[in-house]
């Protein structure tokens, strides 16, 4: 009995100094490593917290905490293991000075490939070389630009305005910014990328199989970069839960697409006028002198529809948002537009009716509103972070040794929000900080 209780009691000292012995680990590694470490789950505890109040704020306050810089630790069963960093010298050193060391890696690719497949934002070497090239020259060419202009003007005067006019004026009735921000973007960059219109804009607001296939199928992939790989991917073995809606989601996706290259194929692009980019890569040969794949032009419009579709409505979301609580911006740029009319030397807005198409060149002149942009999209980057993989080992430049394979997350939103970089006023709306002598 004696010996009974002996051990016992001996059980539940130790106990009691493993929970201190634990509890000092804790505590230890939140003070060294900003987040408490938890046995088995790491700092997951924290993550999820984190995930259920505002992400990017929580990150922002942890790497204030650490100087710009810490390794989040993730489940020892999982591979939710990076460093994440918003100090400007290791972001200029992962995509500028060492660049080729840093790729998008193994994690990402096999995270997103299922969507994006060998598209540009999920390609390394050769293949991204190659669409990266041909973009850039795209992107400068005078017909490329033509069609983005024309595209955008008839987006916005024959079917954006009109809906807000009718919302607006004639029925007195809110209208959701966001949603129509992305019809107007989805279309405009499916324009850019396919020569085609799917019509998000119409005028009764249609839901667009394509676009809310390209939207379930996105949120489905960001899902799993915050899911354990084992599990995201026994969830589309047996498809189950987001899986299943993914993979339903791009078979939709997928079909649209096929359908526009098989189209395009039969217009034979060599003699149209066509400057989109699904003509200009069906145009071209691979490094076998073969004309590409369907398969491979599919995934290169699929990106540039997710490159162009969040990140151009996001910002422009944002944007007017911060405008509509700071009357003062609002104001400047409309003098600045005003004053940029009166240059025109008709009064060509009252002649439209308040419906003016402005030319690239006048756009060019609007300094303040540009630098009312940077300043939404440093507020509010429409990519908040960015995610990369370290080649080899290698030494950040605040210190931090990273071993070969070590995940790296570059925290956008981090970095404007930095009082260090802005100042402490870093948390403020003001244009007037991209301007130097006024
Ligand atoms: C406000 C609008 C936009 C923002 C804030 C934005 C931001 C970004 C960011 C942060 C990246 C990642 C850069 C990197 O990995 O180094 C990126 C890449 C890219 N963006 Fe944009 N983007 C915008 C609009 C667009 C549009 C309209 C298009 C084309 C239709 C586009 C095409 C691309 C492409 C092709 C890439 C991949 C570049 C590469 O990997 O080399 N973006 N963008």
Request: some cysteine.
């Amino acid at each position: 009995m004696e010996s009974l209780l002996l051990t016992r009691h001996s059980n539940v000292r130790d106990i009691h100094s493993n929970f201190y012995f634990y509890s000092n680990k804790i505590i230890e590694a939140k003070k060294k490593q900003g987040l408490p470490v938890w046995p088995v789950v790491g700092m997951l505890p924290s993550l999820v917290t984190g995930l259920r109040s505002n992400l990017y704020e929580w990150i922002t306050e942890v790497l204030c905490r650490q100087n710009g810089t810490f390794r989040f630790k993730g489940p020892w069963f999982s591979s939710l293991n990076w460093v994440v960093t918003s100090d400007p010298r290791n972001i200029e050193h992962i995509l500028k000075t060492e660049f080729l060391k840093y790729p998008k890696g193994s994690f990402f690719r096999e995270t997103v490939h299922d969507l994006l497949g060998d598209g540009i934002f999920n390609a390394d070497g050769e293949i991204w070389h190659k669409q990266r090239k041909t973009t850039s020259i795209e992107f400068h060419s005078a017909k490329f630009r033509q069609l983005t202009v024309e595209s955008l003007h008839e987006l916005v005067h024959s079917r954006l305005l009109p809906i807000l006019h009718r919302h607006f004026v004639e029925h007195l009735v809110p209208i959701d910014l966001q949603d129509i921000l992305l019809r107007l973007t989805f279309d405009n960059v499916c324009m850019i990328a396919f020569g085609v219109e799917p019509g998000c804009l119409n005028p009764n607001l249609p839901v667009i199989p394509f676009a809310h296939a390209f939207e379930v199928a996105t949120e489905a992939t960001v899902l799993r970069f915050v899911t354990p790989q084992f599990l995201w991917k026994t969830m589309r073995h047996f498809n189950l839960g987001t899986e299943k809606s993914l993979k339903f989601a791009l078979k939709e996706v997928n079909e649209f697409a096929m359908n526009v290259i098989e189209k395009r194929r039969r217009e034979k692009v060599n003699e149209t006028e066509r400057s989109d980019l699904l003509s200009v890569f069906t145009g071209l040969k691979d490094e076998n002198g073969e004309p590409y794949s369907d398969k491979f032009l599919k995934d290169i419009c699929v990106n540039f529809i997710l490159a162009g579709r969040d990140t151009s409505s996001v910002a422009s979301s944002w944007f007017f948002w911060l405008i509509d609580r700071n009357p003062e911006v609002e104001e400047r740029i409309v003098e600045e537009i005003c004053r940029i009319l009166k240059k025109r030397g008709e009064a060509a807005g009252e002649s439209s009716g308040g419906n003016v198409k402005f030319e690239v060149e006048e756009i060019k002149k609007m300094e303040y509103l540009q630098a009312a942009l940077s300043e939404a999209l440093r507020l509010f980057p429409s990519v908040p972070v960015d995610h990369k993989e370290v080649i080899q080992d290698d030494v950040l430049p605040n210190g931090t040794e990273l071993k070969k394979g070590t995940k790296l997350v570059y925290a956008i939103y981090a970095m404007g929000r930095t009082e260090a970089i802005w100042g402490k006023d870093c948390y403020e709306f003001k244009p007037e900080r991209w301007l130097r002598d006024g």
